[in-house]
Nanobody
Framework: QVQLVESGGGLVQAGGSLVLSCAASGFTFSDSAMNWFRQAPGKEREFVVGITRSGLSTSYADSVKGRFTVSRDNAKNTVYLQMNSLKSEDTAVYYC??????????????????WGKGTLVTVSS
């Protein structure tokens, strides 16, 4: 049974930091690029960041470049999202997703094969 379980969300003040984690099980984690998406109220789910299975390549949405950092630990089947300098517009449910690909960094929901249930991040201004 495939599971992606996000954790680390919560309420933080603007300018603050959070670290999200996503623990994977039920599939070969090291075979998949991993991604974070987010969905704000009333908006479509959007790509945030992706990391290849090797961890050597990453891709960031322009809105988070320089503030967010993705990493992964294949030994722990976990992907992380370090979020710094948070803004109110970062408020959203953050979803972890396993890609259809290993070394290709897709940015659309169609290119993801597994999804977590999400963790809520609320940034107060």
């Amino acid at each position: 049974q495939v599971q992606l379980v996000e954790s680390g969300g919560g309420l933080v003040q603007a300018g603050g930091s959070l670290v999200l984690s996503c623990a994977a099980s039920g599939f070969t984690f090291s075979d998949s690029a991993m991604n974070w998406f987010r969905q704000a109220p009333g908006k479509e789910r959007e790509f945030v960041v992706g990391i290849t299975r090797s961890g050597l390549s990453t891709s960031y949405a322009d809105s988070v470049k320089g503030r967010f950092t993705v990493s992964r630990d294949n030994a722990k089947n976990t992907v992380y999202l370090q979020m710094n300098s948070l803004k109110s517009e970062d408020t959203a449910v953050y979803y972890c997703a396993a890609s259809l690909y290993a070394e290709h960094l897709g940015t659309t929901t169609r290119e993801m094969r597994y999804w977590g249930k999400g963790t809520l991040v609320t940034v107060s201004s």
